[in-house]
């Protein structure tokens, strides 16, 4: 019995493999006529397609496509263009009036029996690569090309195992089959830079470039192998030409971002780069790391700290994101005993207070205001305002502090446990004067925003987030309100 990795391939390949048989079928349907003879053509299509789940069986290394035009005279022009090195694919969804034609008249890796006899013996005749000559059908004139895709596949399997140079052999000599084939191209190219041939892939990333209308894409892995060839300024023109290509396309921006950062230059301009991708996809962990990278190397802790916070929670608490944010923290509490030792010994001589004592009643200025009614829609958070700079210690981590709005404080406890595991340190659990609310709610000043959006994530459920726009020593406040009532 193989890993669950090798079944699950095996059974990937099997399916690719009837999805090509079934996609095979509407051709071969089409040329029925070709082996009918006088059998009624509803029961050789019900055979036909009995058939497919044997031959889903049927190992075979060939591939097929299928051009159909009216004329032979037409036919015998698009076979001459073809000899010249003209793309089958292309003439394919130009001419053909095959139902492939969209696909580039492929039928994919069919088995020999599941062809129609006459293009069987034309199929099986047909070196690799090469073109049949005009076959004459009740549809027209039909082009066969026989092509094989075992070296992609072998390619692929190489490329995935690490072993590079060999993914490198085996889709150089796909291409020798098929040199219209994108696919191979693209992955030739990232197993080149895989391999360390970054000049050999720039140059096929811009050979590619000629024919593309995505080229962000290509412009960015461009940039890539140009960085890692060590042509700095190359690689920042081709990621400022993947930004103008497609200015939504978030993975330029952080990749310069970080090539800046790397290269220790235009530190502050890198930052506003990353923090632009972070504006398009909030959701990658490698724009929040860039994030840490260049607030580290400019000395801002607290938007370090911030980008680690969300680095935590997206890479699921891998530990080398929790161990860096201990170390922040303590570096934190390190520099505040500096800059005044007695307002820290101060400090935690009220912590100490504050946990051996019973949980004070919640103050005016802290409580937060009386919940709305609850719709299917929550209101719009009224505009930010500014906040005085002394609500948000500088130089601290954040003010955070829980409260039950519910009959029952289990659901608060499970967010304190939560929040704790991850790294997240509540100053204060208490509960809200009222005990009805049926969602929660993130409040927060505006200085806090990026890790109340990840702490809402961690309360879970329809949590909302509102900003904190009242007096409190807190800079996030979470009631944890109970969906079930």
Known sequence: ????????????????????????????????????????????????????????????????????????????????????????ADLARQYSIGPNAAQGGRIGALPLSLLAPALRGLASELPLGAVSQPLETPFGFVLLRKSSDRALRQGIEALQAGEYRRAVEHFERDLRLNPTRALARQYLARAQEESGEFDRAADLYVAMLRGSSAKAPLLDRLGGARAKAGKIEEAIDAYRQAMRADPSYA???????????????????????????????????????????????????????????????????????????????????????????????????????????????????????????????????????PQEQASVRPGGPLRIKVLSGA??????????????????????????????????????????????????????GDTNLRPLNWSSIFDIIIVVGNPKG
């Not at 404080?409 to 509540?426: D, F, I, M, S």
């Open 1 to 88: 019995m193989g890993t669950p990795m090798e079944n699950s391939a095996l059974r990937l390949t099997a399916l690719h493999r009837l999805r090509a048989l079934l996609q095979g079928l509407l051709v071969v349907a089409f040329l029925l006529p070709l082996a009918a003879g006088g059998t009624p053509p509803l029961r050789l299509l019900g055979s036909l397609i009995g058939a497919a789940a044997a031959g889903a069986q049927e190992a075979t290394d060939f591939s097929y496509q299928l051009l159909v035009v009216r004329s032979r005279a037409e036919a015998e022009r698009l076979a001459e263009m073809l000899r010249g090195g003209a793309s089958f």
């Open 251 to 385: 993975g330029a921006f952080n990749n310069l971002a970080w090539l800046y950062a790397q290269q220790g230059m235009q530190l502050e301009p890198a930052l506003r780069l990353v923090r632009q991708a972070l504006r398009l996809d909030p959701t990658q962990l490698a724009f929040h790391d860039t994030l840490a990278t260049l607030a580290a190397k400019l000395g801002y802790v607290d938007q370090e700290l911030v980008a680690i916070d969300a680095a935590v929670f997206l890479s699921r608490a891998e530990a080398a994101y929790l161990e860096r944010r201990r170390e922040l923290l303590a570096e934190v509490s390190r520099r505040r005993a500096q800059a005044s030792p007695a307002a820290a010994a101060g400090e935690a001589a009220d912590s100490m207070t504050r946990a051996l004592s019973p949980a004070p009643a919640v103050k005016p200025e802290d409580a937060a205001p009386a919940a709305p009614a609850v719709t299917e829609q929550p209101p719009a958070p009224p505009p930010e305002r």
């Open 407 to 460: 009959r029952t404080q289990q659901p608060a406890r499970e967010v304190l446990q939560r929040l704790k595991g991850a790294g997240y340190p509540v100053e204060r659990f208490d509960r809200h004067e009222r005990d009805d609310w049926t969602s929660s709610i993130v409040y927060y000043k505006p200085q806090a925003r990026t890790t109340a959006e990840v702490l809402a994530r961690h309360v879970g």
